[in-house]
């Protein structure tokens, strides 16, 4: 980012950033909202990477059940990261100068933009996982390919959020 532009960005967040030093209940209630999204989030997507990472590649019908665990778990992982994104949104305009010169931030937001993407590619891998799996029998394993891709995401993802939350901690005592 243009340092030329951090003035005019500090500028047009300070009447935020005024009433934001100025309310605890703010600054408690964005803090809450942050963590909470990435004990949610995190925690829920973390828990389905284990599971992906605990079924054999050989047993299909344990593939499917935990196929249908990660297609229930998009729901909270994605309004998780609404908060995480809204408050993290409102930490920035508290402080426009601080994070926006920050590697540390920028380092952070790179991490969130691979778990996004990392995100999406899950999704599609288990879109056709699902679909190889309706058509596979119980004891038939789906396409071991599809099924390593779903286990690299799964291990990309837990690496991510671990790291999202080391930055964070990173950021906040700098």
């Known amino acids: 980012m243009p340092v030329q532009i951090v003035p005019q960005l500090t500028a047009l967040a300070q ?25 949610i989030g995190g925690g829920t997507a973390i828990t389905t ?15 499917r059940q935990v196929l249908t665990e990660v297609a229930a778990t998009h729901k909270f992982v994605i309004t998780a990261l609404a908060f995480i994104v809204i408050s993290g949104l409102m930490f920035l305009a508290a402080d426009v100068k601080t994070f926006l010169l920050s590697p540390v931030y920028w380092s952070k937001m790179g991490v969130v933009t691979l778990l996004l993407i990392n995100g999406f590619r899950l999704r599609n891998v288990e879109g056709k996982l699902t679909v190889a799996t309706a058509i596979a029998h119980d ?27 080391v930055l964070g901690v990173v950021l906040a005592s700098s």
């Open 15 to 39: 009447p935020f950033a005024d009433v934001y030093a100025d309310s605890k209940v703010l600054v408690i209630a964005t803090t809450l909202l942050h963590l909470g999204g990435l004990l």
């Open 49 to 63: 990477d284990r599971a992906i990472l605990r079924v054999a590649l050989t047993n299909g019908g344990a593939q």
């Open 139 to 165: 004891d038939v394993a789906v396409p071991a390919a599809l099924w390593n891709s779903l286990r690299a995401g799964a291990v990309t993802s837990i690496a991510a959020w671990f790291t999202i939350l």
